[in-house]
């Protein structure tokens, strides 16, 4: 008798589609998520449909590492977050579901974006939640009277990342633009390794002695973090408490997020990479 084969699993329910921008934008549904995909291939956005506040995608989920470095977070005390980028909205629901006291500017170069976000992937309407569409890079180099404690960098279209985005100019930008304990947090991929050597130069040269970063098992995804809420390793005991509030809070291994990072700073990937050392 032969071996039984399991069913195929049914092709996901298209509930949007449109060619917008030079790219086709997707909404698609299966029994148990909804993704927001470019070009039928490169998924932006995942939603649980029990869940919708849950982070599904590894690196959202890793992205949120930085909410080590702040203080307010772990205190649950008032905070300000950027996010550049907003896709399907999955980090701001999750900031604004589990933290009351922050406030959220979110920019987004594509203007159907918002509206999808709101229809199909419950992203509210909210007052702490303010949706500028805008080129994120001009923004931050324009927006010079407000200061952020999270800045997010997670802006990709139907070629990758957002080349205006993930440039030197931004990281200057952001530098001024951080709170007196901010940080800056992007989400790069290694595979690209012409923009991802020219990231970690310029926030090397932006934030010497400041940058860690945080790999995405099975994935080329790379998380940064950068900026003058990021502590030289003597901080670490107070980093290891806030990591089992946050834990306990949000259901999430912070502790493991840390380990890793430090391991990674121990062996000095910056320099690795970059060609410094062997």
């Known amino acids: 008798m032969g071996a039984s084969r399991d069913p195929p699993e049914p092709e996901p329910r298209v509930l949007y589609r449109r060619t917008h921008g030079g790219r086709m934008i997707e909404v698609l549904e299966d029994d148990h998520s909804r993704l927001l995909a470019f070009d039928s291939h490169l998924t932006q956005s995942r939603m649980a449909m029990d869940d919708p506040n849950r982070l599904m995608l590894r690196y959202t989920r890793r992205m949120m590492a930085g909410l080590l ?32 006291a922050c406030r959220m500017d979110v ?14 992937f419950h992203v509210p309407r909210d007052g702490r939640l303010n949706v500028i569409c805008a080129d994120g890079a001009r923004f931050l180099d324009l927006e010079r009277l407000s200061t952020w404690d999270l800045i997010l960098l997670d802006a990709f279209d139907q070629n990758g990342a957002a080349r205006g985005v993930y440039a030197e100019p931004i990281f200057e930008s952001a530098r001024e633009r951080l709170s007196a304990r901010g940080v800056l947090t992007l989400n790069v991929l290694r595979s690209d390794q012409a923009l991802f050597q020219g990231v970690m130069a310029g926030l090397t040269r932006r934030f010497p002695r400041a ?68």
Do not use: C
């Open 211 to 278: 940058t860690l970063g945080l790999s995405v098992p099975g994935f080329s995804n790379e998380i940064l973090f950068a900026g003058p809420g990021v502590p030289e390793w003597e901080g670490r005991r107070t980093l290891a408490g806030r990591a089992q509030v946050l834990e306990a809070r949000l259901g999430m291994n912070f502790s493991t997020y840390l380990e890793e990072m430090g391991r990674l700073e121990r062996y000095a990937p910056w320099r690795r990479w970059l060609g410094w050392t062997s």
């Open 69 to 100: 470095f702040l203080e307010a977070a772990a205190r649950d005390e008032p905070f300000r977050v950027l996010m550049v980028g907003l896709g399907g909205g999955s980090l701001a629901k999750f900031l604004l579901h589990h933290f009351p």
């Open 107 to 120: 920019v987004e170069n594509d203007p159907l974006l918002p509206d999808l976000a709101r229809r199909y």
